[in-house]
């Protein structure tokens, strides 16, 4: 499986990067190559948690111009800082 965990490009007056990180669960396939967190310049961030079936539980995106909140990655419902609700 290939996939593609950063992109540059350039638009003649500046350089637009997205950075993507992915799920590492093998033991849940379903799970398992799901994006977990994207990011750059090029697009507004987002974070999603997926439940062992694949199905998505969680995502936060990013409203307005806000930067990517500096919280500790794997986000739940349990753990979910206040600043990103």
Not at 25 to 42: E, F, I, T
Not at 53 to 64: A, K, P, S, T, Y
Request: aromatic share 16%; net charge negative; charged share 25%.
């Amino acid at each position: 499986m290939l996939r593609e965990t950063f992109r540059q490009e350039s638009t003649g007056r500046d350089v637009k990067w997205t950075w993507a990180e992915y799920w590492d669960d093998p033991a849940h396939s379903a799970r398992h190559g799901q994006p977990r967190l994207v990011y750059g310049n090029a697009r507004p961030w987002v974070y999603t948690d997926f439940d062992d079936f694949g199905h998505e539980i969680l995502r936060v995106e990013q409203r307005g111009n806000s930067p990517m909140p500096n919280f500790d990655f794997p986000l739940s419902t349990f753990n979910l800082p206040s600043e990103a609700l």
